[in-house]
Each structure stands twice: as structure tokens, then as C-alpha cells.
């Protein structure tokens, strides 16, 4: 049965930091790219960053490129989140999983983790 754990957010002042991180299982992690998600209230969940299996070439989204910051470990079976000099319009609920083409995703969707940056 296939587990995405995400973990690490809380409650930060703008200007601050926050490292989210994602426990995969059940499934080949290392086989798979993986992607951070954000969903802000009312609004679509949007693609924020991707790193592809090997964990070289990373992709973000224009709105965080230069402050947050993609890895991985593939022993660890995890996936990481650094975010720095966060932003109120960072707030969203953040999740993980396994990009498909099209903006569709290869498994069900975790929990999240909560992400609220004060002004």
C-alpha cells in the first residue's frame, strides 16, 4: 500500500525558513521523479518543485525558484523540501507524489502539511 507522509510545516514570520520532508512507501522510490505540491485556500494545487530520480536536474516554478531548494534521499526513501525567505503567499498545504504527465499524479494524495507564513 503506497504512503506519502509529508511533515514539517507550521507557523513561520515572513523572512523565515521551514524544511518540509516526505516518508515514501510502497513503491520503488528511487525509480520515480517526485514533485512538491501546494494548495492555497481556494485556489488549484499547483506544481512547485521536481526532481527526477537521479536527484540531478531540478525544476521549479517561477514564483519560488531561488528560495526553495529540492532533494531527495533514496535510501531514506524520502524527499525534501528546503524553503527560504518565505512569503504570506507561500501559505498553502503542501503535499508530495510521483509526477505523471499532464499534470496527473501517480498516487493518492497524503495528508499534506501546513505551511502558514505571517506578515
Known amino acids: 500500500q503506497v504512503q506519502l507522509v509529508e511533515s514539517g510545516g507550521g507557523l513561520v514570520q515572513s523572512g523565515g525558513s521551514l524544511r518540509l520532508s516526505c516518508a515514501a512507501s510502497?513503491?520503488?522510490?528511487?525509480?520515480?521523479?517526485m514533485s512538491w505540491y501546494r494548495q492555497a485556500p481556494g485556489k488549484e494545487r499547483e506544481l512547485v518543485a521536481t526532481?527526477?530520480?537521479?536527484?540531478?536536474?531540478?525544476n521549479y516554478a517561477d514564483s519560488v525558484k531561488g528560495r526553495f531548494t529540492i532533494s531527495r534521499d533514496n535510501v531514506k526513501n524520502t524527499v525534501y523540501l528546503q524553503m527560504n525567505s518565505l512569503k504570506p503567499e507561500d501559505t498553502a498545504v503542501y503535499f508530495c507524489?510521483?509526477?505523471?504527465?499532464?499534470?496527473?499524479?501517480?498516487?493518492?494524495w497524503g495528508q499534506g502539511t501546513q505551511v502558514t507564513v505571517s506578515s
Open positions: 510502497g513503491f520503488t522510490f528511487s525509480r520515480y521523479a
Open positions: 526532481i527526477p530520480s537521479g536527484g540531478r536536474t531540478t
Open positions: 507524489n510521483a509526477p505523471l504527465f499532464g499534470g496527473r499524479v501517480y498516487y493518492p
